[in-house]
């Protein structure tokens, strides 16, 4: 494990590293994790390797998002947690962490940005032990991480934490989760990560998150975001341009924010009336249905329209809609 550890020159820069450089293990509380020894003995090796250069604390785990855990704190910078064995394929961007901001590339210019950034940012990085992919993921979060004091990351093995990937609904690996909402598939290099952290506030993330939620099935945090904020009109954006497939998940989550409030989502109604008029006719019916789902009033005449559309499903759409408003209105 750690081999990287033994070669002359790593050995070298951690015992430079005296006094700027912590390594905090937080292991499990209630039950034995099959990570508890690999991670120890990744920190006893650290020491050795550093000569005692590097301070070794044992933490309590608070505000983590799994243990056990290896922390690696560099001074002034941003924590990197390891939720993971950082062996094999996954050592090199642990070692490379270890080591600090001396990376090749520190002057990439993708670092000139970092004055812009105002609030902090957490990353979880989903990997595999097996994925040829994943220590690429680790290594661009990683970099963040080393050149901000912002940024926090967190490399969690997927088949160890099982209920955590369950909770974001991890199909693929990796996977990155930008403030536990935008998830982003595959390996983004630094400098395209570091993008996404700083249009945080911009309509086009809002947007992105919203589909991200009902791309990886998330459907009541989705909903939850219709109901609130500018989420009902990014919606409205998504689904316009939206596939058939895609809608499925739309309607759903359309679904689960209308149980909690019948009338949430009644805002969208004036815009989704020109839809209808599509030359899409799988774009009419489920837009019909949409409305039909919402139950206002407002859409009736221009549902009545449809019982005519040329396209038999999307009349019968058309008229089960009005029977779903009619029945809001008895309600």
């Given at each position: 494990?750690?081999?990287?550890l033994d070669?002359?020159?790593v050995?070298?820069?951690?015992?430079?590293?005296?006094?700027?450089?912590?390594?905090?293990?937080?292991?499990?509380i209630?039950k034995e994790?099959p990570l508890?020894r690999?991670?120890?003995?990744?920190?006893r090796?650290?020491?050795?390797?550093?000569?005692?250069?590097?301070?070794i604390?044992?933490?309590?785990?608070?505000?983590?998002a799994?243990?056990?855990?290896?922390?690696?704190?560099?001074?002034g910078?941003?924590?990197?947690h390891?939720?993971?064995?950082p062996?094999?394929?996954e050592?090199?961007?642990?070692?490379?962490?270890?080591?600090?901001?001396s990376?090749?590339?520190?002057t990439?210019s993708?670092?000139?940005?970092?004055?812009a950034?105002?609030?902090?940012?957490?990353?979880?990085v989903?990997?595999?032990?097996?994925?040829?992919?994943?220590?690429?993921?680790?290594?661009?979060?990683?970099?963040?991480?080393l050149a901000?004091?912002?940024v926090?990351?967190?490399?969690?093995?997927v088949?160890v934490?099982?209920?955590?990937a369950e909770?974001f609904?991890?199909?693929?690996?990796?996977?990155?989760?930008?403030?536990?909402?935008?998830a982003?598939t595959?390996?983004?290099?630094a400098a395209?990560?570091m993008?996404?952290?700083l249009?945080?506030?911009?309509?086009?993330?809002?947007?992105?998150?919203?589909?991200?939620?009902?791309?990886q099935?998330?459907?009541?945090?989705?909903?939850?975001?219709?109901?609130?904020?500018?989420?009902?009109?990014?919606?409205?954006?998504i689904w316009?341009?939206?596939?058939?497939?895609?809608r499925?998940?739309?309607l759903?989550a359309v679904?689960?924010?209308?149980?909690?409030?019948s009338?949430?989502?009644d805002?969208?109604?004036?815009?989704?009336l020109?839809?209808?008029?599509?030359k899409?006719?799988?774009?009419?019916?489920?837009?019909?249905?949409?409305l039909?789902?919402?139950?206002h009033r407002a859409?009736?005449n221009?549902?009545?329209?449809?019982l005519?559309?040329?396209?038999?499903d999307?009349?019968e759409?058309?008229?089960?809609a009005?029977?779903?408003?009619?029945?809001?209105?008895?309600d």
């Amino acid at each position: 494990m750690l081999s990287e550890l033994d070669a002359a020159d790593v050995r070298a820069k951690l015992a430079s590293l005296k006094g700027s450089l912590e390594i905090i293990l937080h292991l499990a509380i209630e039950k034995e994790s099959p990570l508890d020894r690999p991670l120890a003995e990744a920190v006893r090796r650290i020491e050795a390797a550093s000569g005692g250069a590097v301070t070794i604390k044992r933490g309590d785990g608070a505000g983590l998002a799994a243990l056990p855990c290896l922390t690696i704190a560099h001074h002034g910078l941003g924590k990197i947690h390891y939720q993971a064995v950082p062996d094999g394929p996954e050592a090199p961007p642990f070692v490379e962490a270890l080591l600090g901001p001396s990376w090749d590339g520190a002057t990439e210019s993708w670092t000139e940005r970092l004055s812009a950034l105002k609030r902090p940012a957490e990353l979880l990085v989903f990997v595999g032990t097996t994925c040829p992919h994943c220590p690429g993921a680790a290594r661009s979060a990683n970099r963040i991480a080393l050149a901000t004091p912002l940024v926090t990351v967190s490399i969690v093995d997927v088949q160890v934490h099982a209920t955590l990937a369950e909770r974001f609904n991890v199909r693929a690996v990796p996977l990155t989760v930008l403030d536990g909402d935008l998830a982003m598939t595959g390996v983004l290099r630094a400098a395209e990560l570091m993008d996404k952290i700083l249009f945080r506030d911009d309509d086009s993330h809002g947007k992105g998150v919203l589909l991200s939620l009902v791309e990886q099935g998330r459907l009541d945090e989705a909903a939850n975001r219709m109901r609130t904020g500018p989420g009902a009109a990014q919606f409205l954006t998504i689904w316009s341009a939206s596939s058939t497939s895609l809608r499925i998940g739309l309607l759903t989550a359309v679904e689960e924010a209308l149980e909690t409030d019948s009338t949430a989502l009644d805002g969208l109604v004036a815009d989704l009336l020109p839809i209808l008029q599509s030359k899409d006719a799988a774009l009419r019916g489920d837009t019909a249905d949409l409305l039909g789902k919402i139950g206002h009033r407002a859409a009736a005449n221009a549902l009545k329209t449809l019982l005519e559309d040329p396209n038999p499903d999307v009349a019968e759409i058309a008229s089960e809609a009005l029977e779903e408003i009619d029945g809001r209105d008895r309600d």
